[in-house]
T-cell receptor, first 115, second 113 residues
Framework: AQSVSQHNHHVILSEAASLELGCNYSYGGTVNLFWYVQYPGQHLQLLLKYFSGDPLVKGIKGFEAEFIKSKFSFNLRKPSVQWSDTAEYFCAGSLPGGGYNKLIFGAGTRLAVHP | DVKVTQSSRYLVKRTGEKVFLECVQDMDHENMFWYRQDPGLGLRLIYFSYDVKMKEKGDIPEGYSVSREKKERFSLILESASTNQTSMYLC????????????FGDGTRLSIL
């Protein structure tokens, strides 16, 4: 069965530390991948997405993610986190043509950034 | 600013009650979605709708139904609420050509006692 896995459920960092959140998917073939963020008390927002082309995707607020097909991974990165990055991050994936109804979310990673 | 509005942020109901969760979007989007969000499980799709009066089941439709009588409004109905439906419910919308839900509401935290 298709799935999206986020192995880190809780991450704690100090400001200015580098961030990498893991995301692995189990789809075979072409896949669309997304990262969403939910700041405390706010609604979910799309950070970035990958459909095809350059495997290094730039998103909002200095985030980027790299699609590595051989590793079935789409890890989220940021070189230097800020306290305002404290949030829950969700990776999601879907099959092209499989429709938006087949978007599958990971369990989420709670990031806490300490000043 | 575009908005997806959910009628309640917090709701407390009793077991066996019929519960309505309302969602309205002002972006003229064709697609609307209902998810539930539970710790350690991420977001799971309950139902989605790609047009007025059109609906399709998501991954966990049991115990729920939906209604889309107008393009801007998508209602989630718990036919007979049970304690295992205590959760955070998120509504989302996107335009027809976009495969991912682009705009989310603030969520409704529903407690079933």
């Amino acid at each position: 069965a298709q799935s999206v896995s986020q192995h880190n459920h809780h991450v704690i960092l100090s400001e200015a530390a580098s961030l990498e959140l893991g995301c692995n998917y189990s789809y075979g073939g072409t896949v669309n991948l997304f990262w969403y963020v939910q700041y405390p008390g706010q609604h979910l927002q799309l950070l970035l997405k990958y459909f095809s082309g350059d495997p290094l995707v730039k998103g909002i607020k200095g985030f980027e993610a790299e699609f590595i097909k051989s590793k079935f991974s789409f890890n989220l990165r940021k070189p230097s986190v800020q306290w305002s990055d404290t949030a829950e991050y969700f990776c999601a994936g879907s099959l092209p043509g499989g429709g938006y109804n087949k978007l599958i979310f990971g369990a989420g990673t709670r990031l806490a950034v300490h000043p | 600013d575009v908005k997806v509005t959910q009628s309640s942020r917090y709701l407390v109901k009793r077991t066996g009650e019929k519960v309505f969760l309302e969602c309205v979007q002002d972006m003229d989007h064709e697609n609307m979605f209902w998810y539930r969000q539970d710790p350690g499980l991420g977001l799971r799709l309950i139902y989605f709708s790609y047009d007025v009066k059109m609906k399709e089941k998501g991954d966990i439709p049991e115990g729920y139904s939906v209604s889309r009588e107008k393009k801007e409004r998508f209602s989630l109905i718990l036919e007979s609420a049970s304690t295992n439906q205590t959760s955070m419910y998120l509504c989302a919308s996107s335009p027809r050509v976009q495969i991912s839900p682009g705009h989310f509401g603030d969520g409704t935290r529903l407690s079933i006692l």
